[in-house]
């Protein structure tokens, strides 16, 4: 399937002529869609325009068909998203979508010679170090659902409730897909700076792993841990916001 570069379905809140310095592109969880970041845009000034990316599959989507491979959903998100990025961007991805922008930061970076301003990452291991890769997409749906009240990201009402989970359960299979389908490639270190986010409390990533992002960027580098589990940025949703705001203020005045 050929995806099309169509700013109403993967960017379903961008304005085309915004008054915004920057844009802040907003990558989702495995499971997850752009409804991820529906609050966001409160805590940002105007000057910071929030672009959640609505992947094929997922959210209003649904009825299209997911992209399993990361080198194709990669291809296919520098292709839709260049011509929105004449003005300064970040990137910022939580789990699997700290995975997608990186690589896209790459592929822009290798192709075009773009970069954002700043690369934010959360809730995910350093590329270069993941290793174990349990099989979740081929679960079955009992023990993924299992799999998924040990993540503690999910409501029990969603996970109790059998016709939900069946609509549900598709998507993210596809996106656990995606996961394991990821190979790091080794490559030079960005030149943007990079800033992680943990959960101290996140059963899938250590801080160790957080850590050895730092082998990533030849910029800044910064590591913050939060309370809470691997979905601590609901639950420390303002924290990290501000955090994100502090760093990219800074950005927006030098490039301003």
Not at 33 to 44: D, V
Request: with cysteine; glycine share 6%.
């Amino acid at each position: 399937m050929t995806y099309k570069p169509d700013s109403s379905t993967w960017f379903p809140t961008i304005r085309c002529k915004s008054s915004a310095r920057l844009r802040l592109f907003c990558f989702p969880y495995a499971g997850g869609n752009s409804a991820a970041f529906r609050s966001w845009p409160q805590y940002f000034p105007e000057s910071v325009e929030i672009c959640p990316v609505q992947l094929p599959g997922r959210g209003a989507r649904f009825l299209e068909s997911p992209i399993k491979k990361f080198p194709l959903l990669i291809d296919a998100i520098v292709n839709v998203i260049k011509p929105f990025l004449d003005e300064p961007f970040a990137f910022f991805g939580h789990s699997l979508g700290s995975l997608i922008a990186f690589e896209i930061t790459h592929q822009l970076g290798s192709d075009f010679s773009l970069q954002p301003i700043h690369l934010i990452v959360s809730g995910c291991s350093a590329p270069s170090h993941i290793t174990q890769r349990q099989i979740l997409s081929k679960l079955s749906d009992r023990e993924l659902v299992d799999e998924l009240r040990q993540l503690n990201g999910t409501p029990s009402e969603l996970l109790n409730n059998k016709e939900l989970m069946a609509m549900v359960l598709p998507g993210l299979r596809a996106d656990f897909a995606l996961y394991e389908s990821y190979r790091y490639k080794p490559r030079r270190p960005l030149e943007c700076p990079l800033t992680v986010f943990g959960g101290t409390e996140d059963r899938t990533v250590d801080s160790t792993q957080l850590e050895l992002w730092s082998e990533e960027t030849k910029d800044l580098f910064s590591l913050y841990q939060l309370p809470g589990n691997h979905f601590f940025l609901h639950n420390e949703e303002a924290t990290v916001l501000m955090l994100i705001l502090q760093k990219l203020k800074t950005l927006i005045h030098k490039v301003a």
